[in-house]
């Protein structure tokens, strides 16, 4: 096995996340990074992820971040979209 605690976090990125004291921004850009390592979004490796670390830590950004991405919906879109013609009237 690799750094991490579980073979779906070999590079022990999503341990490290949980170690780290980190806002809602670096824990998507944290599980961005894991996703596109190897082995990838597997749904059965995030519920592994979301039953090892977030029951111990509820209230971590991470654990929200994952329990995003087992529930398979995305975020809503942050904020105001559309430029000038979404202005116009």
Avoid: N, Q
Avoid at 23 to 49: M, N, Q, S, V
Wanted: glycine share 12%; proline share 12%.
């Amino acid at each position: 096995m690799g750094k991490g605690e579980l073979a779906s976090d070999p590079r022990g990125l999503i341990l490290e996340a949980y170690r780290m004291d980190i806002c809602d921004k670096d824990a998507r850009t944290i599980f961005l990074d894991w996703a596109l390592g190897d082995p990838g979004p597997d749904p059965a490796a995030i519920a592994e992820l979301l039953a090892h670390y977030g029951a111990r830590h509820p209230d971590h950004p991470m654990t929200a971040v994952l329990r995003e991405a087992a529930s398979g919906t995305p975020p809503p879109p942050a904020g105001r979209r559309g430029g000038p013609r979404a202005r116009r009237r």
